[in-house]
């Protein structure tokens, strides 16, 4: 069934999963802070470009927004031109952006309090995943809400799960971006003690990839960290934003993450070498540069 829908952030991310949505059959409405994007957008998919946030989610029945941070996620959400300025009674608003755990509670209470549905729902699977759109979405929200927006979040993933209340999406999101700091961090120093045992990289990650130290990095970023090739993916400085609002929470909630800070302070050091914009499998390149 076709609806209405707005999508507000059209970045590495949102521009190919808006281009799901649109290709999906729903009517979809963009707006994205720098027009020429937008008209680009629009060029390419079926849709209609909006001025403000406020006027890309007027009448729609869901609204997606998927934006740099927590600061940019109010301005579009509660902003002098932001979307809660029109949100319609009962619309869901899902917000695709990887922000605080804080910032989607407050978020969720005030549409609550304004008559419609929040689901915080960061996304994991990079540019590559979106723009095969096959990304994982981790929920946090109503149940109900969820149920009604699933078919619309299946146009650009492989998986979304519930995971629980407000907030939970973006806890799972830390998660999950620790996960890939560490096991990119041991990729890295594997790769470098091979190469520097004179091993031949391909042979070892084809042999080694069958057995228990595989993973999605091993896979998809060895060949390219051996190459020494960062110039696509999930950027260094997106990378230690996300882990920032990790350490936060685990300030918040008393979890110990000493592998975390070690790797963001790794993370730190490549930035001073000019990677602010390199993929975050770049950490070999700080292992390479100390031998």
């Known amino acids: 069934m076709s609806c209405k829908v707005s999508f507000i952030g059209l970045g590495v991310m949102g521009y190919p999963m808006a281009g799901f949505i649109s290709k999906g059959g729903h009517d979809v409405t963009v707006y994205n802070r ?4 937008a008209e680009k957008w629009v060029s390419e ?3 209609k470009i909006a001025n403000t946030p406020s006027e890309a989610a007027k009448d729609s029945d869901f609204i997606f927004t998927c934006v740099g941070n927590d600061n940019d996620l109010r301005e579009v959400a509660i902003g002098k031109d932001g979307l809660f300025n029109t949100a319609k009674k009962d619309s869901i608003y899902v917000d695709n952006t990887t922000a605080s755990a804080e910032v989607a509670r407050e978020l969720f209470k005030e549409a609550k309090n304004k008559g419609f549905h ?3 729902a960061p996304v994991s699977g990079g540019q590559a995943g979106a723009e095969s759109g096959k990304l994982t979405v981790m929920i946090g929200g109503d149940e109900a809400a969820f149920k009604k927006a699933e078919p619309v979040i299946s146009c650009y993933s492989q998986k979304a799960k519930l995971l629980g ?3 939970s999406g973006q806890l799972t999101k830390m998660m999950n971006q620790m996960c890939i700091a560490g096991a990119v961090q041991g990729l890295a120093e ?6 520097n045992a004179g091993l031949n990289m391909d042979d070892v990650v ?3 990839s069958k057995g228990a130290a595989q993973s999605w990095q091993m ?3 060895s060949k390219t960290m051996v190459a020494d090739k960062f110039d696509y993916g999930f950027a260094v400085d997106w990378m230690r934003k996300d882990l920032k609002i990790a350490m936060e929470e685990a300030k918040r909630n008393g979890s110990p993450v000493p592998v975390t800070t070690l790797i963001d302070g790794f993370y730190a050091e490549v930035q001073k070498m000019g990677g602010n914009r ?3 499998s770049s950490l070999i390149a700080l292992l390479k540069k100390k031998k």
């Not at 720098?34 to 994007?37: D, H, R």
């Not at 594997?190 to 190469?195: D, E, Q, S, V």
């Open 165 to 167: 209340k407000s907030g």
């Open 206 to 208: 084809e042999t080694i």
């Open 34 to 37: 720098t027009k020429a994007k």
């Open 118 to 120: 929040f689901l915080d």
């Open 219 to 221: 896979e998809n970023r």
């Open 278 to 280: 390199w993929d975050s």
């Open 45 to 47: 998919y079926k849709g």
């Open 190 to 195: 594997a790769l470098n003690f091979g190469i």
